[in-house]
């Protein structure tokens, strides 16, 4: 009999990896019912050129390397734009490339005026780095169509109903227990975002989590400016395909360490606006929309994806978007055969028995 995976959380890990196992003939239940999740705020820039570290930087080149296979499967918004970077400067960024290119990271120096070429409304800077292979995932949209492919392989959704806590017989998790009812499963996946922490304590298991709060800014549509994703010191732009320009308030947004956020919605909005007119110097801009969401954030800033007990696995990250593919195609795999050399060689940096 096909194995029951009840995953708690439908966000971008939870959709990936309901799709994956639904694909691999899971007999999938998806149940969510916490706060508003952090995916359909998320910028949605997919990259490795930012990481802590060679472990995270192999998982999130791998995470690249799965959306090309999602892309070969599915018709999901997802573009390999590739991005402009100039956070660093002279020496710092020659470094930089030196240390991606090293890694075999795909990494171009690009002088003013092939970047003039390439982004003409963009106030150009005297270099800059590209990175052919990076891109950008709409976050809501792919998270909407992940579900729905897994849909077609049979996962089904219970949504609006919060997990209350797990339910365990005999030192094995057999299910979630929720104010309406309880759900069997084999196997519970918890993919909980921001809830996580809570969750997995009750049945006394350890993922410390850190607040990190985050506005992201959007404007009104205009015509396009902009093609690759922009990393600057004065923060990261991209435009979507119906012309929004998206920038988060914080700059280096993915290694962000705030606890709070200082400005009020506005403020945040208007210095963003402010930010990105000084990017994009003739383009007529005005912001939108101003949302506010909380970053799923182990500790020590690096995924926790693993079993924690008989019955019970947790994924929980921040770069949930660059990581989702190949999160959900391992955490997969370990939930109906248990880890693998691959699996391992992949998560072995990143098991939730580190905090114990
Ligand atoms: C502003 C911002 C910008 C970002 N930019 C990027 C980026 O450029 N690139 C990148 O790779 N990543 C980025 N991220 C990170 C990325 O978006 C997240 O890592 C990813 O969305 C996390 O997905 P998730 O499925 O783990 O969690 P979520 O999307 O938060 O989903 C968790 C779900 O679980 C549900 N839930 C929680 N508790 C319970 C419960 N008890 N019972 C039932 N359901 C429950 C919630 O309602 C939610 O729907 C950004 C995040 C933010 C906030």
């Given at each position: 009999?096909?194995k029951?995976?009840?995953?708690?959380?439908?966000?971008?890990i939870?959709?990936?990896?309901?799709?994956?196992?639904?694909?691999?003939?899971?007999?999938?239940?998806?149940?969510?019912?916490?706060?508003p999740?952090?995916?359909?705020?998320?910028?949605?820039?997919?990259?490795?050129s930012f990481?802590?570290?060679?472990?995270?930087?192999?998982?999130?080149?791998?995470?690249?390397a799965?959306?090309?296979?999602?892309?070969?499967?599915?018709?999901?918004?997802?573009?390999?734009?590739?991005?402009?970077?100039?956070?660093f400067?002279?020496?710092?960024?020659?470094?930089?490339?030196?240390?991606?290119?090293?890694?075999?990271?795909?990494?171009?120096?690009?002088d003013?005026?092939?970047?003039?070429?390439?982004?003409?409304?963009?106030?150009?800077?005297?270099?800059?780095?590209?990175?052919?292979?990076?891109g950008?995932?709409?976050?809501a949209p792919?998270n909407?169509?992940?579900?729905?492919?897994?849909?077609?392989?049979?996962?089904?959704?219970v949504?609006?109903?919060?997990?209350?806590?797990?339910?365990?017989?005999?030192g094995?998790?057999?299910?979630?227990?929720?104010?309406?009812?309880?759900?069997?499963?084999?196997?519970?996946?918890v993919?909980?975002?921001?809830?996580?922490?809570?969750?997995?304590?009750?049945?006394?298991?350890?993922?410390?989590?850190?607040?990190r709060?985050?506005?992201?800014?959007?404007?009104?549509?205009?015509?396009?400016?902009?093609?690759h994703?922009?990393?600057?010191?004065?923060?990261?732009?991209r435009?979507?395909?119906?012309?929004?320009?998206?920038?988060?308030?914080?700059?280096?947004?993915?290694?962000?360490?705030a606890?709070s956020?200082?400005?009020?919605?506005?403020?945040?909005?208007?210095?963003?606006?402010?930010?990105?007119?000084?990017?994009?110097?003739?383009v007529?801009?005005?912001?939108?929309?101003v949302?506010l969401?909380?970053?799923?954030m182990?500790?020590?800033?690096?995924?926790?994806v693993?079993r924690?007990?008989e019955?019970l696995?947790?994924?929980?990250?921040?770069?949930?978007?660059?990581?989702a593919?190949?999160?959900g195609?391992?955490?997969a795999?370990?939930v109906?055969?248990?880890?693998?050399?691959?699996?391992?060689q992949?998560?072995?940096?990143?098991?939730?028995?580190?905090?114990?």
């Amino acid at each position: 009999m096909a194995k029951r995976v009840v995953i708690v959380g439908s966000g971008i890990i939870g959709a990936a990896t309901a799709y994956r196992l639904g694909r691999a003939g899971a007999d999938v239940v998806i149940v969510d019912g916490g706060a508003p999740g952090a995916t359909a705020a998320s910028f949605g820039w997919l990259n490795a050129s930012f990481h802590h570290g060679e472990d995270h930087y192999r998982l999130r080149v791998e995470g690249l390397a799965a959306y090309d296979r999602l892309l070969a499967e599915l018709e999901v918004p997802v573009r390999m734009t590739g991005c402009l970077s100039t956070e660093f400067e002279g020496e710092r960024m020659r470094a930089e490339a030196a240390n991606l290119s090293a890694l075999g990271y795909p990494v171009e120096e690009v002088d003013r005026v092939t970047f003039g070429k390439l982004e003409p409304a963009v106030a150009a800077p005297d270099a800059a780095l590209r990175f052919p292979g990076e891109g950008v995932a709409e976050p809501a949209p792919l998270n909407r169509a992940l579900l729905n492919a897994a849909a077609l392989y049979g996962a089904r959704i219970v949504s609006g109903v919060r997990v209350d806590g797990l339910i365990e017989v005999a030192g094995r998790i057999i299910g979630v227990e929720t104010g309406v009812g309880t759900i069997a499963a084999d196997e519970v996946l918890v993919c909980a975002g921001t809830g996580t922490e809570a969750l997995i304590a009750a049945a006394g298991h350890r993922v410390p989590m850190v607040p990190r709060p985050a506005y992201v800014i959007e404007t009104r549509p205009v015509a396009p400016v902009l093609s690759h994703v922009l990393a600057t010191p004065d923060g990261e732009l991209r435009q979507r395909p119906d012309g929004v320009l998206v920038m988060p308030a914080s700059v280096s947004h993915q290694g962000d360490k705030a606890e709070s956020l200082g400005l009020s919605p506005e403020e945040a909005a208007e210095a963003t606006i402010a930010r990105i007119r000084a990017l994009l110097p003739g383009v007529t801009l005005d912001w939108a929309s101003v949302r506010l969401a909380y970053r799923p954030m182990p500790e020590d800033g690096l995924p926790a994806v693993g079993r924690l007990s008989e019955g019970l696995s947790v994924a929980v990250m921040h770069s949930g978007m660059t990581l989702a593919a190949g999160i959900g195609e391992c955490l997969a795999r370990e939930v109906i055969d248990g880890p693998s050399n691959m699996t391992e060689q992949l998560l072995a940096a990143f098991r939730p028995q580190r905090f114990v």
